[in-house]
T-cell receptor
Framework: KNQVEQSPQSLIILEGKNCTLQCNYTVSPFSNLRWYKQDTGRGPVSLTIMTFSENTKSNGRYTATLDADTKQSSLHITASQLSDSASYICVVSAGREYGNKLVFGAGTILRVKS | DGGITQSPKYLFRKEGQNVTLSCEQNLNHDAMYWYRQDPGQGLRLIYYSQIVNDFQKGDIAEGYSVSREKKESFPLTVTSAQKNPTAFYLC?????????????FGPGTRLTVL
């Protein structure tokens, strides 16, 4: 069964600190992996996308890594800001034989405190 | 939210009523999607449409119906047959028919059954 598991479920950190969110997946075959940020009551917004040949991708203070061999990804947030408080969702795209459908993780809820 | 609008933002329904959620996009995207989001779960696909006048069931289509009469519009009707409709509903669109990956999300509609 194609699944995406994220950890931790929730996280509280102090402003200015770094944090790392984890994503493990069993989706196979694999096309690409994307991290989304979702503010409360809003739609998800894409942060990064990586294909199986990429092992790191940065977007400002967000850096995503991918290990396609172990089927693990992480999202590292540097120098956190209050505006980083949101849910972070890992999404894996299955291959063409699955119609390139997306499999969503449940998300990690991040709260940044001052 | 990038050119995708959903209305209303909040919707209340009495049991036994059908309600329709609106989704409009001005991105000239061919494909549109409806997802349902429940607390602690990943997004689940309800219906998708890759081209005008055509749509397919997703993973949880029972109790829902859609139409795609115009490229810009993909309304979702939640029927009385949907036994647990209270959820956050997200509409998305993508520019490449058949490729689920490059999806842009609307701001969502929160439906509550009274």
């Amino acid at each position: 069964k194609n699944q995406v598991e994220q950890s931790p479920q929730s996280l509280i950190i102090l402003e200015g600190k770094n944090c790392t969110l984890q994503c493990n997946y069993t989706v196979s075959p694999f096309s690409n992996l994307r991290w989304y940020k979702q503010d409360t009551g809003r739609g998800p917004v894409s942060l990064t996308i990586m294909t199986f040949s990429e092992n790191t991708k940065s977007n400002g203070r967000y850096t995503a890594t991918l290990d396609a061999d172990t089927k693990q990804s992480s999202l590292h947030i540097t120098a956190s800001q209050l505006s980083d408080s949101a849910s972070y969702i890992c999404v894996v795209s299955a291959g063409r034989e699955y119609g390139n459908k997306l499999v969503f993780g449940a998300g990690t809820i991040l709260r940044v405190k001052s | 939210d990038g050119g995708i609008t959903q209305s209303p933002k909040y919707l209340f329904r009495k049991e036994g009523q059908n309600v329709t959620l609106s989704c409009e996009q001005n991105l000239n995207h061919d494909a549109m999607y409806w997802y349902r989001q429940d607390p602690g779960q990943g997004l689940r696909l309800i219906y998708y449409s890759q081209i005008v006048n055509d749509f397919q069931k997703g993973d949880i289509a029972e109790g829902y119906s859609v139409s795609r009469e115009k490229k810009e519009s993909f309304p979702l009707t939640v029927t009385s047959a949907q036994k647990n409709p209270t959820a956050f509903y997200l509409c998305a669109s993508s520019g490449n028919s058949g490729d689920f990956s490059e999806q842009f999300f609307g701001p969502g509609t929160r439906l509550t059954v009274l």
